[in-house]
DNA sequence: ATGCGTGCAAACGATTTGCAGAGAA
DNA sequence: TTCTCTGCAAATCGTTTGCACGCAT
C-alpha cells in the first residue's frame, strides 16, 4: 500500500488540515469552517468538506455521526479503534473493545457475515463534568 | 412509570403502527411510507414521520442512523440493547455484547461519565449472502 | 362542541454538485 | 499551458413545521 497521490497543494487544503488537526476531538465541517473563517481564513464551505471527505477517504479522517451531522477527527493510524467522545466540547480518547473477534463469532453463530460494526461511547470529559 | 398517554386512535397511526411491526428489520420512514402507499393506504409522509418519531420517543421503537438516514425498527421490550443488521435487506437480530460494565470503567478512566452509546454490526444476513 | 392528528406544502439544515475562473505544476 | 482545486450558488435529500381542516372523543 502507497501513499496516495496528493494531488496539487494549496493554501485552503494546507489550512484545512491544521485546523482539523489541531483540534482535540470531533468537529463538524461547518464547526470547522467557522473557525477558519474567525481565524481570517477564507475558505469556501464547499472546499472544507471535499477536504473532510478526501481525508476520510483516505483513512486520514475518522468520522461519526451525530444527531444527523457528520463529526470529523483528525487520526494519524489508520487502524480501526473506537472512540470515547465527550458530547460538550467534542474531545476524544481512544478506547479498547475488549475483543473484537467475539463480534465476528456473535454474527456467525446468527449466520451473518460482518462488513462493520460501529461501537462509540458518549459522555462528559472531566473538564466538562467539572464545568 | 405509566404507559403514557396514548392519543387518539386514528386509521393511520395504526396502520403505521402495523407496518411497522410486520417488518423484520430497520425501515426508513420513506420505506415505509413507500410500503403503505403501495398496500393502498393513503397516509402522507409528515405523519409517518410524526409517528415513527412518537413510537422512537416512547421506547416502542428503536433506531440508528446509517447514511444520514434514521431507520426505525419496532422493538417490543424497552431494554437496551444492541443490532446485528444486514446491509442489503435490513432483517436485524439482536445481539449480546460480553459486557456492558467495562464501558463505564475504561470510560472512568479516562476521566469521562457515561451518558451513552451506540454499538451497531452490520453484515450480511445469511439469506442476502447466499443470494 | 373541543381540540388532537392529519395532509399539504413551505421551510430547514446539512451536504453535494455544476460550472467558470484561479492558481499549481 | 494544462488541468486540478476552489468558490459560489443552486440543487439535493431527509426531516421538520405552520396552518387549516376533519375526525375521534
Same mark, same amino acid.
Given at each position: 500500500m502507497e501513499t496516495a497521490t496528493e494531488g496539487r497543494r494549496t493554501v485552503q487544503k494546507t489550512v484545512i488540515r491544521q485546523a482539523l488537526d489541531q483540534r482535540e476531538g470531533f468537529v463538524s465541517a461547518q464547526q470547522l469552517h467557522s473557525a477558519l473563517e474567525a481565524a481570517g481564513d477564507r475558505v469556501g464551505i464547499a472546499t472544507v468538506y471535499r477536504q473532510l471527505n478526501a481525508l476520510a477517504a483516505a483513512g486520514l479522517a475518522d468520522t461519526i455521526t451525530v444527531d444527523g451531522e457528520i463529526l470529523y477527527k483528525a487520526c494519524g493510524d489508520r487502524t480501526h479503534h473506537h472512540h470515547l467522545v $465527550?458530547?460538550? $466540547?467534542g474531545r476524544s480518547d481512544q478506547i479498547d473493545p475488549p475483543s473484537e473477534s467475539w463480534i465476528q463469532s456473535a454474527a456467525a453463530a446468527r449466520g451473518y457475515t460482518v462488513t462493520r460494526h460501529v461501537f462509540e461511547v458518549f459522555g462528559l470529559c472531566a473538564d466538562c463534568a467539572a464545568a
Open positions: $465527550c458530547e460538550r $466540547c
